[in-house]
T-cell receptor
Framework: GDSVTQMEGPVTLSEEAFLTINCTYT??????LFWYVQYPGEGLQLLLK?????DKGSNKGFEATYRKETTSFHLEKGSVQVSDSAVYFC???????????FGTGTRLLVSP | DADVTQTPRNRITKTGKRIMLECSQT?????MYWYRQDPGLGLRLIYY???????NKGEISDGYSVSRQAQAKFSLSLESAIPNQTALYFC???????????????FGEGSRLTVL
């Protein structure tokens, strides 16, 4: 079945460091891919998305590129801030299906 | 006001008690979902509903039931709560996912349930 694998956390960085959170997926066909973010005490919210191979999603300085050849959708940010501390979830939705499949989440902790 | 509202936000109950978590939305979406979040396990789908007359089991529906009272309301019940149902529960809504609409989920702020 469809699945999403994320790197385990927590990821601990200093402010202004470069961030990469790895995400790989297994799915039939060409799924849409998503990154959701969960700030402390809040629900998840969509951070960025990509719908086809080589698409790059971007938002709030975060980027992720849909790599079909490596079945990956790694999240990157060039310079993290303390306010980026949150849990990040990678997810996929297979074309023609309506349910999202989530990874287990990666907690990011950014210190001043 | 939030587009997706969950009540209660926090609840502590005892084993064997009946608990209902309620969700209402102003997004106008037909599709509603209940997820459970546990540390290290991510989000797991409990039930989902694509319209008022459509209810479907998710991957972990045992011990839960749902009711779709209206397009805007979707409630989750635990008929006889047990300690391993202690978790953070999220309601979410979406539009139909199509070739041009990715069916983004919109989440409530969560209901934290503790079963003693």
């Amino acid at each position: 079945g469809d699945s999403v694998t994320q790197m385990e956390g927590p990821v601990t960085l200093s402010e202004e460091a470069f961030l990469t959170i790895n995400c790989t997926y297994t799915a039939t066909g060409y799924p849409s891919l998503f990154w959701y973010v969960q700030y402390p005490g809040e629900g998840l919210q969509l951070l960025l998305k990509a719908t086809k191979a080589d698409d790059k999603g971007s938002n709030k300085g975060f980027e992720a590129t849909y790599r079909k050849e490596t079945t990956s959708f790694h999240l990157e940010k060039g310079s993290v801030q303390v306010s980026d501390s949150a849990v990040y979830f990678c997810a996929l939705r297979r074309t023609g299906f309506q349910k999202l499949v989530f990874g287990t989440g990666t907690r990011l902790l950014v210190s001043p | 006001d939030a587009d997706v509202t969950q009540t209660p936000r926090n609840r502590i109950t005892k084993t064997g008690k009946r608990i209902m978590l309620e969700c209402s939305q102003t997004k106008g979406h037909d599709r509603m979902y209940w997820y459970r979040q546990d540390p290290g396990l991510g989000l797991r789908l409990i039930y989902y509903s694509f319209d008022v007359k459509d209810i479907n089991k998710g991957e972990i529906s045992d011990g839960y039931s749902v009711s779709r009272q209206a397009q805007a309301k979707f409630s989750l019940s635990l008929e006889s709560a047990i300690p391993n149902q202690t978790a953070l529960y999220f309601c979410a809504t979406s539009e139909l996912g199509t070739a041009t609409n990715t069916g983004e989920l919109f989440f409530g702020e969560g209901s934290r349930l503790t079963v003693l």
